[in-house]
């Protein structure tokens, strides 16, 4: 057990969670903050785990954002006031930008889950462990920009949990922190929303406490997650949101600079270019300012027309930078 992890209970936060929290509601219990010295954990992968008291529990979700599945799953999580930690494939990140803002936005930690879920074990794999960690981390940071970092972490897992010791010393190296699991729901698996919950909460009370794995791609864990997090209030468990120093993100990010493969570099390009959209559209709602852009994206000029431009101007710089398909 990481006895030597920080845990701090955010009062303040609590006081306002308790404002806008339904008296009922699950609730987040306190916020543990974790540093690359306390890694690795998940007792699927390595021999410690974190430091949780019995019936406390950290909830993950793999292999977003995704549309539709995604907000699904962070209105369940905001109707009963609970904050997770998302492990984010970069290629879906550059899909759905606007949905990982969404996240960040919503208080929850970003971790990362490689490129394009590569499992980084098999043989083809081997020479793309650094372009697929890194782009994964990479590409959230370029999304998240400058005003939602603070989300972002150095949080990592291992796509299909495949690891080995020499994956292990690489990402310890790079300043990244391996997150295993303690309890996988396999609702990746064939099966019913009713089948999912009853196998999740059935391992729980097995093993009482500890990490528990989801992924927000799946409709069947969209489905059945709003019971899942009564029948965890009902059975007295508790939720712990992990989180870490943000200093440990720039240490990550500083030596796992951006791949410079070209499908990296061409996906992220026009995800740039989605960005400078997204911000225009807020813009033009007069409710909801447009957040800040991030220093790697092109500031919108105050007079340009709500969408057309944007969009003509997302279309002329594919074919100026050559990557128009």
């Not at 010295?37 to 019936?55: I, Q, S």
């Not at 064939?190 to 391992?203: C, F, I, N, S």
């Not at 949101?241 to 499908?263: G, M, S, Y």
Request: one cysteine or more; charged letters at 25%.
């Amino acid at each position: 057990m990481l006895r030597g992890a920080a845990v701090a209970v955010a009062l303040s936060g609590s006081v306002a969670q308790a404002a806008e929290c339904r008296s009922d509601a699950l609730g987040t219990h306190r916020t543990l903050t974790i540093s690359a010295a306390d890694g690795p954990v998940g007792r699927f992968n390595y021999k410690r785990t974190l430091d949780l008291d019995d019936k406390e529990i950290v909830l993950t979700f793999d292999d977003g954002p995704m549309a539709r599945r995604t907000p699904a799953v962070l209105k369940a999580l905001a109707e009963e006031c609970v904050k997770a930690t998302f492990f984010v494939v970069g290629s879906m990140v550059a899909a759905n930008p606007d949905i990982l803002q969404q996240t960040a936005d919503a208080g929850h930690t970003i971790g990362t889950h490689t490129w394009n879920h590569a499992y980084l074990t098999r043989k083809r794999a081997r020479g793309q462990r650094g372009p697929q960690i890194a782009g994964g981390l990479q590409a959230a940071n370029i999304v998240l920009g400058e005003e939602r970092r603070a989300a972002l972490s150095p949080l990592f897992r291992f796509p299909g949990l495949g690891r080995n010791a020499e994956l292990d010393r690489f990402v310890a190296d790079n300043g990244l922190i391996s997150m295993s699991v303690d309890i996988d729901s396999r609702d990746w698996t064939k099966q019913t929303p009713q089948q999912v919950l009853e196998r999740t909460m059935a391992r729980i009370e097995a093993r009482g406490k500890g990490i528990v794995l989801m992924h927000d791609i799946q409709a069947r864990t969209v489905a059945m997650l709003p019971d899942l997090l009564r029948a965890l209030k009902d059975k007295g468990y508790r939720v712990v949101h992990v989180t870490t120093d943000r200093r440990e993100t720039e240490v990550a990010l500083a030596r796992l600079e951006e791949p410079q493969t070209k499908t990296f570099q061409v996906v992220m390009a026009r995800t740039r270019q989605k960005l400078i959209v997204l911000t225009a559209e807020n813009a033009a709602r007069p409710e909801k300012p447009a957040p800040a852009l991030a220093a790697q994206v092109a500031p919108v000029p105050a007079a340009m027309p709500a969408l057309a431009e944007p969009v003509r101007l997302a279309a002329r710089g594919f074919e100026e930078m050559g990557l128009r398909r």
